[in-house]
Protein backbone atom coordinates (compact mmCIF):
# COMPACT_ATOMS: atom_id res chain seq x y z
CA UNK A 1 0.00 0.00 0.00
CA UNK A 2 1.10 3.67 -0.81
CA UNK A 3 4.19 2.33 -2.74
CA UNK A 4 3.32 4.38 -5.69
CA UNK A 5 3.21 7.70 -3.45
CA UNK A 6 6.56 6.12 -1.02
CA UNK A 7 8.41 6.31 -4.51
CA UNK A 8 7.16 9.64 -5.88
CA UNK A 9 7.90 11.27 -1.94
CA UNK A 10 11.40 9.64 -1.71
CA UNK A 11 12.64 10.99 -5.31
CA UNK A 12 11.30 14.64 -4.63
CA UNK A 13 13.67 14.09 -1.06
CA UNK A 14 16.18 12.85 -3.02
CA UNK A 15 16.61 15.73 -5.36
CA UNK A 16 15.87 18.22 -2.44
CA UNK A 17 19.20 16.66 -0.59
CA UNK A 18 20.92 16.96 -3.93
CA UNK A 19 20.61 20.36 -4.02
CA UNK A 20 20.86 21.17 -0.88
CA UNK A 21 24.06 19.02 -1.21
CA UNK A 22 25.36 21.28 -4.13
CA UNK A 23 24.69 24.59 -2.15
CA UNK A 24 26.63 23.18 0.88
CA UNK A 25 30.05 22.05 -1.40
CA UNK A 26 29.36 25.36 -3.28
CA UNK A 27 29.81 27.34 -0.27
CA UNK A 28 32.53 25.79 1.13
CA UNK A 29 34.55 26.21 -2.09
CA UNK A 30 33.49 29.57 -2.77
CA UNK A 31 34.78 30.44 0.84
CA UNK A 32 38.12 28.39 0.17
CA UNK A 33 38.63 30.77 -3.14
CA UNK A 34 37.64 34.12 -1.81
CA UNK A 35 39.06 34.21 1.81
CA UNK A 36 42.95 34.65 1.06
CA UNK A 37 42.74 37.23 -1.11
CA UNK A 38 39.93 39.44 0.03
CA UNK A 39 40.22 42.56 2.74
CA UNK A 40 39.08 41.67 6.32
CA UNK A 41 36.14 43.00 6.34
CA UNK A 42 34.53 41.80 3.24
CA UNK A 43 35.86 38.12 4.51
CA UNK A 44 33.80 38.56 7.56
CA UNK A 45 30.92 40.01 6.18
CA UNK A 46 30.68 36.95 3.47
CA UNK A 47 31.73 34.82 6.35
CA UNK A 48 28.64 35.26 8.28
CA UNK A 49 26.18 35.70 5.58
CA UNK A 50 27.36 32.27 3.76
CA UNK A 51 27.45 30.94 8.00
CA UNK A 52 23.56 31.83 8.35
CA UNK A 53 23.14 30.19 5.36
CA UNK A 54 25.07 27.57 5.86
CA UNK A 55 22.94 26.59 8.79
CA UNK A 56 19.80 27.02 7.37
CA UNK A 57 21.13 24.47 4.98
CA UNK A 58 21.81 22.20 7.18
CA UNK A 59 18.96 22.64 9.45
CA UNK A 60 17.03 21.74 5.85
CA UNK A 61 19.78 18.76 5.57
CA UNK A 62 18.82 17.54 8.86
CA UNK A 63 14.79 17.60 7.59
CA UNK A 64 15.05 16.09 4.31
CA UNK A 65 17.17 13.09 6.42
CA UNK A 66 14.44 12.75 9.02
CA UNK A 67 11.91 12.39 6.64
CA UNK A 68 13.62 10.02 3.85
CA UNK A 69 13.49 7.82 7.13
CA UNK A 70 9.95 8.55 8.12
CA UNK A 71 8.50 7.98 4.49
CA UNK A 72 9.89 4.12 4.64
CA UNK A 73 7.70 3.20 8.13
CA UNK A 74 4.89 5.78 7.59
CA UNK A 75 4.11 7.15 4.71
CA UNK A 76 0.70 8.20 5.65
CA UNK A 77 2.01 11.11 7.71
CA UNK A 78 2.85 12.60 4.20
CA UNK A 79 -0.47 12.45 2.72
CA UNK A 80 -3.32 15.21 3.58
CA UNK A 81 -5.89 13.28 6.32
CA UNK A 82 -8.59 14.93 4.03
CA UNK A 83 -8.11 14.38 0.82
CA UNK A 84 -5.09 11.62 0.40
CA UNK A 85 -3.09 14.20 -1.78
CA UNK A 86 0.71 14.13 -0.88
CA UNK A 87 1.62 17.44 1.26
CA UNK A 88 3.38 19.98 -0.49
CA UNK A 89 7.41 18.80 0.81
CA UNK A 90 7.69 22.81 1.61
CA UNK A 91 4.65 22.66 3.42
CA UNK A 92 6.42 20.22 5.96
CA UNK A 93 9.33 21.17 6.36
CA UNK A 94 7.73 24.39 7.70
CA UNK A 95 4.94 22.24 9.62
CA UNK A 96 6.28 18.71 10.15
CA UNK A 97 2.94 17.91 12.12
CA UNK A 98 0.75 19.72 8.88
CA UNK A 99 -2.07 17.15 8.28
CA UNK A 100 -4.04 18.69 5.82
CA UNK A 101 -2.45 19.67 2.07
CA UNK A 102 -2.36 23.19 1.23
CA UNK A 103 -6.07 23.43 -0.44
CA UNK A 104 -7.89 21.10 2.13
CA UNK A 105 -6.13 23.60 5.19
CA UNK A 106 -7.34 26.88 3.03
CA UNK A 107 -10.84 26.01 2.13
CA UNK A 108 -11.43 25.17 5.90
ZN1 LIG B 1 -6.05 17.73 0.95
Redesign the pocket.
Known amino acids: MYEKERSIIKTKLKQELLKVNAYISDVESYTAITAPESPLGIILSKQKESDIQLQRTYARKRKIMNFLDRVVDDVQSFL ?6 I ?1 DLERLFLMPKAS ?6 SSK
Do not use: K
Not at 80 to 85: E, H, I, M, Q
Not at 100 to 105: I, K, M, R, S, V
Open positions: CTNCGAILCETCA
